[in-house]
């Protein structure tokens, strides 16, 4: 543990929504404690994050912080549901090497007046790189959902293509959800786009469901399910989607 770690406030940016009051009863650390992956060129490597009530104290802190390279032409995939702890947070920092992608999927599902939140830092160093992000958020209660995704193009990374996608629906009055998009480009030959929306459950597609017979809790989760299902596209393995979805939508169905 380095003497310069201190636990973050609101002042800092990428702790502007989070619930830092929670982490008082944290060790530094715990705090500090970051994985360093190093993916190599050429090579494939896919993580998967899940912070539920199973592995997290719902009335604690899990945070699941990241340091990735990604080699030459090499791609990494992360794809997470956050649904446990009083604040869940997954903190990843990348950098990408010539022709390298970067995919994430995420959700983020809770209730009561939890914070649950992806945190992305992209630094595209090279030319030919592409990354895309895709977050899904679902809250009820006074549940906060946050997406703060910066991404750094520096002026050799010419080719630089990046995406990210926020949706947030809000199932009460007292729930929010927060996207903080940032793009510092300092190329001119690339494309990079990002895109927010909040929004309600639909109700005509809840009445269309009722007048066909499904009741108003599965009629929710079909809506719930396509929704959040947008994160999960690009994993191509069938039953770890099932499992981040049934983990989603049991939280869901565990508290409304």
Known sequence: MTQDVAFPTRKDEAWRYSDTDALAGMDLGAFDRWQDIEVPAGETVRETLVISDENSDPDGV?????????????????????????????????????????????????????????????????????????????????GTGNFLGRIDVVRDAQKTDAAQSFKGLLLEKGASVNA????????????????????????????YMAARGLSPEASRRLLVQAFIGDALVELDDEAEQERLLRIALDKLDKHL
Do not use: Y
């Open 62 to 142: 899990e945070l699941r912080r990241l340091r990735v390279k990604i080699g030459k032409g090499a791609r990494f995939e992360l794809f997470g549901v956050i649904a446990g702890a009083q604040l869940g947070r997954v903190e990843v920092v990348l950098t990408l090497a010539e022709g390298a992608h970067f995919e994430m999927g995420g959700i983020t599902v809770g209730g009561r007046s939890t914070v649950r939140e992806f945190v992305t830092r992209v630094a595209h160093e090279e030319p030919n790189a592409t990354s895309n992000q895709i977050v899904r958020s679902v809250h009820w209660g006074k």
């Open 180 to 207: 903080v998009p940032q793009l510092e480009i300092f190329a001119d030959d690339v494309k990079c786009e990002h895109g927010a929306s909040v929004g309600q459950m639909d109700e005509n597609a809840r009445f």
